[in-house]
DNA sequence: CAATCATTCAATTGAAATATTGAATATACC
DNA sequence: GGTATATTCAATATTTCAATTGAATGATTG
């Protein structure tokens, strides 16, 4: 009756799901999807790769229970499936953190003051913003930040940062995040900012972390 | 200078994690090592697989992080890398459960009665441990079970427990555990019970998380 | 120091995943 | 209805992964 055993029939499942985790640049889909809904379209613009390579990927990804599409107009709009595929993002992290000496070595090779690495808790940070004691600064692109960013936060991506270094004060202290744990743009920032005299750290994760946790969500 | 942006090669690394736990029977051996360090050889055998592939893997499966092996006379002792791979599985296992319509058919497909899935508690369990008021029973083959269990509980393994169904003592709650959440013994064991008139209901997961969970452990 | 046992290595084969390209489909807009 | 746009499909070439086999290594035992 080829009924193999459940446990094997299950196994594959699971190992279904983790091997479609296994792809870079799958990783970086569900980084984007973090932050909310996309379509193919916008997604292959963030990643850099032809549209139907972005595509076969999502599919992939649908098949393994890590995303949904909804058909809206001529868009086709991807979502993360629940919040079970971030937190799997999070616990492979977490494996690699521990325990590949690779990890270790890109992470200090990249900044190389260690300190600068640690981050504002979420607590942290709600408790400043009360006290508006706080500067917030949200590094990602214009368009990502107007699909939802942390009230109160001024929109500075990168590549403008310089250029608004004066307007930024001094005196208080900057919090700085993008995407997620790993986007790299808040670490640069922070790196920029101290090195202008800022007293500036990171937010631990990013944006789909600070809205899982229950936090308030601006949007313009 | 073939430097490509940290993120990426970040990414790889999480992506080789997740790249290893993709095989159903790499999967089988972490399931296996959750309950402690085994050898090679007791790892391919309960498996049913032949050394040499069970030695590969491990050995893939070293490299992303996942174990780590010592050396003991002349056996090799592999064991997992540190608690957050059972997280990781755990965390994949999550997604397949919630997302993955074939999983709960394989669930469903196999126990009739959906009721019969409802586990027990870890908490619980230790409190009805305290009043007397119930039978464990380790349903793992004898070695397992002789390499740490639930303090107090029966080991019967599955072969044995029609032989032993008259030494139960019917008034009594039966509880049955075995490896891990998907470990299909204990799920084969409660549906037997219930065939013949027991109360008998599964322990969530199984050994490793009791373990983890901080709970005693007997040997023999 | 030879024999034995556990493990790993190396080479081969077959299977699967990936990227790429261009065509096909579906929807919206005029 | 025709055209533009977004997405998917299909076919292929390339690369990577996995299982198998037998030989090699390392450690123990007598």
Redesign the interface.
Known sequence: MSSP????????????????????Q???LIEQLGQGPRSVDLLAEKLGAPIANVSQHLQTMRR???VAAERQGKFVVYRL??D??L??????????E???A??DK??R??FEERDSLEPVTREELSGRLRDGMVTVLDVRPADEFALGHVPGALNVPLSELDARLATLDPEKDIVAYCRGA???MSFEAVSRLRAQGFSARRLEDGMPEWVAAGNAVASS
Not at 7 to 13: D, H, Y
Not at 87 to 96: G, H, S, T, Y
Request: aromatic share 8%; net charge positive; with cysteine.
């Open positions: 055993s459940p446990k094997l029939a299950l196994f594959k499942q699971f190992a279904l799901v983790a091997k479609t985790l296994g792809h870079p799958r990783l970086e393994a229970g890590l499936a629940d079970s595929v937190a799997a993002m999070k616990a492979i992290r977490r494996v690699a521990n325990n590949l690779e990890v890109i992470v090779g990249y790993y986007c790299v």
